[in-house]
């Protein structure tokens, strides 16, 4: 089983659609959660941190479920410039070194 | 993300040659992290170095590939006698070393592409 496992997508929906994303993680010290964004061709960016008892951003949501060991995204309102590949973040416990998901592509048509 | 500089953004290579990719940090910032991006696939961490310091290369390929920040000038990683396998994306990141892992910021990163 991979450390950090997504579903590669892609995800197409209509603007205006909520689209929500699930990455799951294998160990169970990981304790730092984030998601980052990448655009085509270029670098990556973090979107949010994901915090223990969720956290919003806008039209964003993440959450942390530590007994299924899974972090979630979600966007509500979607727009078409939230097309991207969304990547999920993991760092355990007492380290410094991230484990990155392969990432959820997402498309938003109109 | 303003600031991390890595250049070339282009590079080119056949077989057997040496690539060097370089790093410039964002202004105060003395640690920098290399990851490499192979198509369709994610990030993965290479290696995680301070100025004049290793701190972990665990995911530094074993032969072939190595990595410097010296005291002065960029971070630079090499990568000797260049095979196709080698063709990803190589990214960059920076920060202060005293903030939050998040609080790093990546650079545009060098393609490299081996003929």
């Known amino acids: 089983r991979k450390e950090v496992e997504q579903d590669p997508g892609p995800f197409n929906v209509p603007e205006g659609a909520t689209v929500a994303f699930n990455c799951t993680y294998s160990?169970?010290?990981?304790?730092?959660f984030f998601w980052y964004r990448q655009d085509c061709r270029k670098e990556p960016k973090l979107l949010m941190s994901v915090y223990s008892s969720g956290n919003e951003d806008g039209r964003f949501t993440a959450q942390l479920n530590r007994a299924s060991q899974y972090i979630s995204l979600l966007i509500r309102d979607s727009k078409l410039s939230d097309s991207a590949t969304y990547l999920c973040?993991?760092?355990?416990?007492?380290?410094?070194?991230?484990?990155f998901g392969r990432g959820t592509s997402l498309i938003v048509h109109p | 993300n303003a600031g991390v500089m890595q250049n070339p953004r282009h590079l080119v290579r056949r077989r057997g040659q040496e690539a060097r990719l370089r790093c410039s940090p964002m202004k105060g910032h003395s640690h920098v992290y290399w990851y490499r991006q192979l198509p369709e696939e994610g990030l993965k961490f290479m290696v995680y170095l301070q100025k004049e310091n290793i701190i972990d290369e665990s995911g530094m390929p074993k032969e072939r590939f190595s990595a410097e920040f010296p005291k002065e000038g960029p971070s630079i990683l090499r990568i000797q006698q260049v095979v196709r396998g080698d063709s990803a994306a190589y990214f960059c990141a920076s920060y202060a070393g005293e903030t939050p892992w998040n609080e790093q910021f990546f650079g545009p990163g060098t393609r490299l592409t081996v003929l």
């Open positions: 973040v993991v760092i355990t416990g007492g380290s410094y070194i991230p484990t």
């Open positions: 160990n169970s010290a990981s304790q730092s």
